[in-house]
């Protein structure tokens, strides 16, 4: 056990140069093909940076969008290459020298990580609904984020029309360090995933246009929180570490496991030793927890989500919880299945307090992004549950429940925008009363979300929750499913109130009007709507999709 | 490969309903005409089926089975056997004329915004639940039917809480709250009920690995499918709790009187003539079926709490002083019934119960919507608020008599034969229960009589001096629900003998036979 134990990527050319002299160093060996999805959203985001800095102002806007979509259709393009090909079942196999496992799981969650990105960015570019400042449309985006809010600076940005047309490579970054993170296999290049796309993600936090302090409050929130989970996790590895004498998913495994029971000269104190692995593990599982917004992690999310550009809220309650779930899948299916009786309980009781927490807090909640923000946490715990389950249907099952939530986060969210008032987005649900009188076809649609949200069969909500209850009774876990259908039951109160809200009750008038969109959020809206309802009703193709993807490469 | 049939019979109101929800804002006449062709459409075809249909034959017919979600181990399967073609009948005969009675319960107070299409809405939702109802009495596939047995509480919960009774006066703030209430608790009953079956449905699912009902109940019935006695009686009762709140049974049936009570007179007859079968034809079907053993176990708690229903809805019904609510508990007390001829397991009681859920469909029907048109002439609930109406509006007055002797069972009326059947059938094996329920007749003779007597009789209060009698649509409503109530009281043989044989089925699934009569055990 030399060096190259530690991290075979980032070691060999140093080990090389140590053992055999300078002159003979191994080129890396890297699967070019096999990462092309991250290649490719990386590369974008490096050339978005570069637009920044040499395209003219007027034409970022396009330029930015032009190679953000076509990014990230390329890799999604790339994806599908890679799943047909069969990487994704025979060939899948363990790339970049041991630091990406390229498998079933790891393609469907990139895969759907791209197609919400896709959708999300939509959302991002959508100007047509704030009015019209000094003659520029604007976007959801603040006109100059290093500006003082309220300042003179602030009008000044905004009467030049400038644009923060960075959120496009920043949200690019954010989805190639997603893409990386549920295939990470080895801990650190799942540390560097896990800040590769957290950190674009707190930037975006803040750049909201209107009520600017919320945002940037939001923003910092979640970046000390974020900061201390990813220190967490970082302490954590490095406990692993100790514990292993290797940072690569699958010795460590075999470690736990017993398979491997040398031990590391240099590690002799500590090798082997359980306490290191339970707290190191926990301390991982933590992480990744606060990522997922589970209780009692979750405090973050409300704030987050309430104060973070409508957009990015959408982004990152569907692609983040896609990303987080991924990792916690592959940590505990293909790092920890040795410690299988040590974590179960744990998950358990995280997701029993996470399904009830969330369903109860969310019944007192008055502003609708608030309301969504808790909801994301009871479906965080929904998602827990076919965790639980450790077996091949379990995690299909949440492969096609994170599917199956993230455009319905991304279409709800996407509605949210539309609903404005003087002040910009009109959340407090107050202000939504009667909308179903005044706009139908709006109201309608978020409905729509929302019974998927409670689960109403013939929606996708339904269809995702059948399946992770059916993997966690089938795992044994049937108490688990009866705490699931009782918070379930209490979560439909919450979803229901906002429907009678909107069309049971006489339109105030003063209230809100709805913004038509350009057909950018048009698309993701209408996208939300067709894949809750084809999920809904003729779910088999995607179940089978992510049947076929249940397996982890080791 | 056979016409689909019964895809058909549920998709034609389905088909209707997204048709009728398109057509523009200022057609409102054309889209009720069009809802009111497919509802008859949809009755022409349930004839069919019922005509295509053979009693003696197999157990399930004109079935179909296709593909549709592997990874759950459902399949699309349908099937009917007599007592769901009866149901399909009733539905498809009640919606005509359920159509008919709302024909202007949904036009706009005023025509403030084009988008606002509450007429297209309010005949497509019940076109919707329609075809929701028609699917759930025919599949044979567990998840199938818990699919649409929660579905259609969606479009029902629009009705209710989108359509209040007009007696309420639209734009009365307090109304609207308490309709939302009522759609809300509507929804919320339900909503639990349901997730509980959702927790059973998965239950079976791992104890047997497939949804269909013949495969499990074949297996059942000859050994292979084995349940430990604990996990066959909570899944029992998640599907019974589900079905208990639809139905509705007591202790879980405060939802139906608010439900009943704010929506408008079409919509509750909708609720609980059609809606609320699936709950008691859920019973027969699944309880039974799948859980023969623990149906058995729970009889006993099950009687009483029918007994309960029964007495203690007849008891509230005497002391209701609005006209809705007094009908809403008056069903409680009928669903009792049908529930206690389901659960004393003897053959007349089961055809009775089935026969029962037909004839109260149609009772409820003519006395609900006869009431609806009495309330949309005075604009009041309040049986305080009448008297003397049949002096002012004979015909009215006639019909609403009629509606109440067959809801208390008066030989003659269709319902006096159900009730009669289910009373003889429980009493065969359960001689105390069948005289506690006797109460219920003499309560309901009680309720009705002393509601026609407030209402129609006695001195014309002044309000209801120039109230018209019946006009032509109401008529054609009223009429032919009349003329059935006295067909099937004289001849109610062709529904008895649609649902004979499949209740020999059931008997033989929870393996009772009839107890012989006292002659023959006496010697």
């Given at each position: 056990m030399s060096a190259t134990a530690v991290h075979s990527l980032w070691t060999t050319t140093a080990a090389a140069s140590v053992n055999d002299g300078i002159d003979k160093i191994d080129a890396p060996n890297i699967e070019y093909g096999q990462l092309a999805p991250t290649l490719i959203v990386i590369g974008a985001a490096v050339i978005g940076v570069l637009i920044e800095a040499f395209v003219p102002r007027k034409s970022r806007y396009y330029a930015q969008l032009f190679v953000a979509v076509v990014a990230l259709a390329a890799a999604f393009a790339a994806v599908v290459a890679l799943a047909a090909g069969g990487y994704g079942t025979t060939k899948a196999r363990i790339a970049a020298m041991g630091a990406i496992a390229v498998d079933g799981p790891a393609l469907f969650l990139q895969g759907t990580i791209l197609l919400a990105g896709m959708v999300a960015i939509f959302t991002f570019a959508e100007r047509r609904l704030d009015p019209v400042a000094h003659g520029n449309r604007v976007d959801s985006f603040v006109a100059q984020a290093g500006a003082v809010p309220g300042s003179p600076g602030e009008q000044a940005a905004t009467k030049a029309g400038f644009a923060t047309t960075e959120v496009f490579p920043l949200a690019l970054f954010a989805i190639g360090g997603m893409l990386v993170f549920p295939s990470a296999n080895d801990l650190l290049t799942f540390f560097i995933a896990l800040e590769v796309f957290s950190l674009p993600l707190y930037l975006l936090c803040a750049l909201a246009r209107r009520k600017r302090l919320m945002s940037q409050e939001a923003a910092v929130k979640y970046f000390l929180l974020g900061a201390f989970a990813s220190a967490f996790t970082l302490f954590g590895i490095a406990l692993i570490y100790g514990y292993a004498g290797s940072v690569s998913y699958g010795t460590v495994a075999k470690v736990v496991d017993g398979t491997i029971t040398t031990v590391d000269p240099a590690l002799a104190g500590t090798m082997g030793n359980d306490a290191l692995l339970l707290i190191g593990s926990a301390m991982i599982v933590m992480g990744l927890l606060f990522k997922v917004g589970a209780v009692p992690f979750h405090m973050w999310t409300p704030d987050v989500y309430q104060g973070a550009p409508t957009p990015v809220t959408g982004f990152m309650a569907a692609a983040t919880k896609v990303a987080a779930f991924g990792a916690l899948l592959r940590l505990l299916y293909v790092v920890l299945p040795g410690l299988r009786w040590d974590w179960r309980p744990v998950m358990y009781g995280v997701a029993v307090i996470t399904m009830l927490g969330g369903a109860i807090v969310a019944i007192?909640?008055?502003d609708i992004k608030r309301l969504l923000a808790y909801s994301s946490i009871a479906h965080a715990g929904f998602i827990l549950a076919g965790v639980i389950a450790t077996t091949e249907d379990g995690v299909s099952s949440v492969l096609f429940y994170l599917g199956a939530y993230s455009f319905v986060t991304i279409g709800a969210f996407a509605v949210v925008t539309l609903v404005r008032d003087a002040g910009g987005e009109a959340t407090h649900l107050s202000k939504w009363a009667g909308l179903g009188r005044r706009s139908p076809l709006v109201a309608a649609v978020f409905a729509v979300f929302l019974l998927a949200f409670a689960g109403i069969p013939l929606t996708s909500g339904f269809s995702g929750k059948f399946a992770v209850f059916k993997a966690a009774a089938e795992g044994g876990a049937g108490a688990l499913v009866v705490v699931g259908v009782i918070s379930s039951a209490i979560a439909a109160f919450f979803y229901i109130r906002v429907i009678v809200l909107m069309f049971f009750s006489e339109p105030k008038a003063d209230g809100p009007t709805v913004a038509v969109p350009s057909p950018l959020t048009m698309t993701a809206i209408g996208v939300g709507v067709a894949v809750t309802l084809v999920l809904g009703v003729a779910p088999q193709y995607f179940l089978d999709l992510a049947g076929q993807s249940g397996v982890f490469v080791r | 490969m056979s016409f689909p049939l019964l895809t058909a019979t549920a998709a034609l109101p389905a088909v209707g309903a997204i048709a009728t929800a398109a057509?523009?804002?200022?057609r409102r006449t054309a889209a009720k005409w069009l809802a009111l062709f497919f509802s008859l459409a949809t009755l022409a075809l349930a004839v069919v089926v019922a005509v295509r249909f053979?009693?003696?034959?197999?157990?399930?017919?004109?079935t179909e089975s296709r593909a549709w979600i592997k990874d759950f181990g459902v399949r699309y399967e349908l099937g009917v056997d007599g007592i769901g073609v009866a149901l399909i009948a009733l539905t498809a005969l009640l919606i005509p004329f359920i159509i008919l009675a709302g024909w202007h319960d949904a036009d706009p107070l005023e025509t403030k915004s084009s988008r606002w299409r509450p007429t297209q809405g309010f005949f497509a939702l019940i076109l919707a639940v329609e075809a929701m109802v028609i699917i759930s009495f025919e599949a044979t596939d567990v998840f199938l039917f818990y699919i649409f047995f929660e579905a259609m509480l969606i479009p029902m919960y629009f009705l209710i809480g989108g359509f209040g009774d007009r007696a309420h006066s639209g734009s009365d703030e307090n109304a609207s709250a308490q309709r939302s209430y009522a759609a809300v608790k509507f929804l919320l009953y339900n909503l639990v009920g349901g997730l509980i079956m959702l927790a059973a449905v998965i239950g079976l699912y791992v104890v047997a690995g497939n949804f269909s009902l013949q495969e499990i109940a074949e297996a059942r019935a000859n050994g292979s499918l084995d349940m430990a006695t604990n996990t066959e009686r909570l899944l029992f009762l998640g599907f019974f709790f589900a079905f208990a709140v639809k139905a509705p049974l007591w202790p879980l049936h405060t939802w139906l009187p608010n439900a009943m009570g704010e929506a408008t007179a079409p919509v509750a007859v909708l609720i609980t003539a059609v809606v609320d079968k699936v709950g008691t034809f859920a019973m027969l079907r699944f309880c039974l079926q799948l859980f023969p053993e623990a149906s058995k176990w729970a009889t006993p708690v099950i009687l009483v709490l029918a007994l309960v229903s029964i007495v203690y809805g007849a008891l509230l019904a005497v002391g209701q002083r609005d006209i809705k609510r007094l009908v809403a508990y008056a069903s409680i007390s009928h669903f009792g019934f049908i529930i206690l001829g389901i659960f004393a397991m003897t053959s007349q009681g089961q055809s009775g119960a089935t026969l029962y859920m037909v004839n109260h469909g149609i009772s409820t029907a003519a006395l609900m919507l006869v009431a609806g048109f009495l309330i949309s002439r005075r604009?009041?609930?309040?049986?305080?608020?009448?008297?003397?109406?049949q002096k002012v509006a004979p015909v009215l007055a006639g019909t609403f008599l009629i509606g109440g002797l067959a809801t208390l069972s008066l030989?003659?009326?269709?319902?006096f034969v159900s009730e009669f059947l289910v009373l003889v059938g429980t009493f065969a094996r359960y001689p105390a229960v069948g005289i506690i329920a006797t109460f219920g007749i003499v309560l309901a003779a009680l309720y009705t009589l002393v509601l026609y007597q407030r209402t129609m009789t006695g001195p014309v209060k002044p309000e209801v001096a120039s109230m018209p009698d019946l006009k032509v649509r109401e008529l054609a409503v009223v009429a032919p629900l009349i003329a059935l109530l006295i067909v099937l009281g004289v001849y109610p043989k062709p529904v008895t003998e649609l649902v004979n044989p499949a209740v020999k089925h059931t008997m033989s699934d929870v393996q009772k036979k009839d107890p012989k009569p006292d002659v023959e055990a006496a010697k």
């Amino acid at each position: 056990m030399s060096a190259t134990a530690v991290h075979s990527l980032w070691t060999t050319t140093a080990a090389a140069s140590v053992n055999d002299g300078i002159d003979k160093i191994d080129a890396p060996n890297i699967e070019y093909g096999q990462l092309a999805p991250t290649l490719i959203v990386i590369g974008a985001a490096v050339i978005g940076v570069l637009i920044e800095a040499f395209v003219p102002r007027k034409s970022r806007y396009y330029a930015q969008l032009f190679v953000a979509v076509v990014a990230l259709a390329a890799a999604f393009a790339a994806v599908v290459a890679l799943a047909a090909g069969g990487y994704g079942t025979t060939k899948a196999r363990i790339a970049a020298m041991g630091a990406i496992a390229v498998d079933g799981p790891a393609l469907f969650l990139q895969g759907t990580i791209l197609l919400a990105g896709m959708v999300a960015i939509f959302t991002f570019a959508e100007r047509r609904l704030d009015p019209v400042a000094h003659g520029n449309r604007v976007d959801s985006f603040v006109a100059q984020a290093g500006a003082v809010p309220g300042s003179p600076g602030e009008q000044a940005a905004t009467k030049a029309g400038f644009a923060t047309t960075e959120v496009f490579p920043l949200a690019l970054f954010a989805i190639g360090g997603m893409l990386v993170f549920p295939s990470a296999n080895d801990l650190l290049t799942f540390f560097i995933a896990l800040e590769v796309f957290s950190l674009p993600l707190y930037l975006l936090c803040a750049l909201a246009r209107r009520k600017r302090l919320m945002s940037q409050e939001a923003a910092v929130k979640y970046f000390l929180l974020g900061a201390f989970a990813s220190a967490f996790t970082l302490f954590g590895i490095a406990l692993i570490y100790g514990y292993a004498g290797s940072v690569s998913y699958g010795t460590v495994a075999k470690v736990v496991d017993g398979t491997i029971t040398t031990v590391d000269p240099a590690l002799a104190g500590t090798m082997g030793n359980d306490a290191l692995l339970l707290i190191g593990s926990a301390m991982i599982v933590m992480g990744l927890l606060f990522k997922v917004g589970a209780v009692p992690f979750h405090m973050w999310t409300p704030d987050v989500y309430q104060g973070a550009p409508t957009p990015v809220t959408g982004f990152m309650a569907a692609a983040t919880k896609v990303a987080a779930f991924g990792a916690l899948l592959r940590l505990l299916y293909v790092v920890l299945p040795g410690l299988r009786w040590d974590w179960r309980p744990v998950m358990y009781g995280v997701a029993v307090i996470t399904m009830l927490g969330g369903a109860i807090v969310a019944i007192t909640q008055t502003d609708i992004k608030r309301l969504l923000a808790y909801s994301s946490i009871a479906h965080a715990g929904f998602i827990l549950a076919g965790v639980i389950a450790t077996t091949e249907d379990g995690v299909s099952s949440v492969l096609f429940y994170l599917g199956a939530y993230s455009f319905v986060t991304i279409g709800a969210f996407a509605v949210v925008t539309l609903v404005r008032d003087a002040g910009g987005e009109a959340t407090h649900l107050s202000k939504w009363a009667g909308l179903g009188r005044r706009s139908p076809l709006v109201a309608a649609v978020f409905a729509v979300f929302l019974l998927a949200f409670a689960g109403i069969p013939l929606t996708s909500g339904f269809s995702g929750k059948f399946a992770v209850f059916k993997a966690a009774a089938e795992g044994g876990a049937g108490a688990l499913v009866v705490v699931g259908v009782i918070s379930s039951a209490i979560a439909a109160f919450f979803y229901i109130r906002v429907i009678v809200l909107m069309f049971f009750s006489e339109p105030k008038a003063d209230g809100p009007t709805v913004a038509v969109p350009s057909p950018l959020t048009m698309t993701a809206i209408g996208v939300g709507v067709a894949v809750t309802l084809v999920l809904g009703v003729a779910p088999q193709y995607f179940l089978d999709l992510a049947g076929q993807s249940g397996v982890f490469v080791r | 490969m056979s016409f689909p049939l019964l895809t058909a019979t549920a998709a034609l109101p389905a088909v209707g309903a997204i048709a009728t929800a398109a057509v523009p804002a200022a057609r409102r006449t054309a889209a009720k005409w069009l809802a009111l062709f497919f509802s008859l459409a949809t009755l022409a075809l349930a004839v069919v089926v019922a005509v295509r249909f053979d009693p003696d034959g197999d157990r399930y017919q004109l079935t179909e089975s296709r593909a549709w979600i592997k990874d759950f181990g459902v399949r699309y399967e349908l099937g009917v056997d007599g007592i769901g073609v009866a149901l399909i009948a009733l539905t498809a005969l009640l919606i005509p004329f359920i159509i008919l009675a709302g024909w202007h319960d949904a036009d706009p107070l005023e025509t403030k915004s084009s988008r606002w299409r509450p007429t297209q809405g309010f005949f497509a939702l019940i076109l919707a639940v329609e075809a929701m109802v028609i699917i759930s009495f025919e599949a044979t596939d567990v998840f199938l039917f818990y699919i649409f047995f929660e579905a259609m509480l969606i479009p029902m919960y629009f009705l209710i809480g989108g359509f209040g009774d007009r007696a309420h006066s639209g734009s009365d703030e307090n109304a609207s709250a308490q309709r939302s209430y009522a759609a809300v608790k509507f929804l919320l009953y339900n909503l639990v009920g349901g997730l509980i079956m959702l927790a059973a449905v998965i239950g079976l699912y791992v104890v047997a690995g497939n949804f269909s009902l013949q495969e499990i109940a074949e297996a059942r019935a000859n050994g292979s499918l084995d349940m430990a006695t604990n996990t066959e009686r909570l899944l029992f009762l998640g599907f019974f709790f589900a079905f208990a709140v639809k139905a509705p049974l007591w202790p879980l049936h405060t939802w139906l009187p608010n439900a009943m009570g704010e929506a408008t007179a079409p919509v509750a007859v909708l609720i609980t003539a059609v809606v609320d079968k699936v709950g008691t034809f859920a019973m027969l079907r699944f309880c039974l079926q799948l859980f023969p053993e623990a149906s058995k176990w729970a009889t006993p708690v099950i009687l009483v709490l029918a007994l309960v229903s029964i007495v203690y809805g007849a008891l509230l019904a005497v002391g209701q002083r609005d006209i809705k609510r007094l009908v809403a508990y008056a069903s409680i007390s009928h669903f009792g019934f049908i529930i206690l001829g389901i659960f004393a397991m003897t053959s007349q009681g089961q055809s009775g119960a089935t026969l029962y859920m037909v004839n109260h469909g149609i009772s409820t029907a003519a006395l609900m919507l006869v009431a609806g048109f009495l309330i949309s002439r005075r604009g009041s609930r309040l049986i305080a608020d009448y008297g003397g109406v049949q002096k002012v509006a004979p015909v009215l007055a006639g019909t609403f008599l009629i509606g109440g002797l067959a809801t208390l069972s008066l030989p003659g009326l269709a319902p006096f034969v159900s009730e009669f059947l289910v009373l003889v059938g429980t009493f065969a094996r359960y001689p105390a229960v069948g005289i506690i329920a006797t109460f219920g007749i003499v309560l309901a003779a009680l309720y009705t009589l002393v509601l026609y007597q407030r209402t129609m009789t006695g001195p014309v209060k002044p309000e209801v001096a120039s109230m018209p009698d019946l006009k032509v649509r109401e008529l054609a409503v009223v009429a032919p629900l009349i003329a059935l109530l006295i067909v099937l009281g004289v001849y109610p043989k062709p529904v008895t003998e649609l649902v004979n044989p499949a209740v020999k089925h059931t008997m033989s699934d929870v393996q009772k036979k009839d107890p012989k009569p006292d002659v023959e055990a006496a010697k």
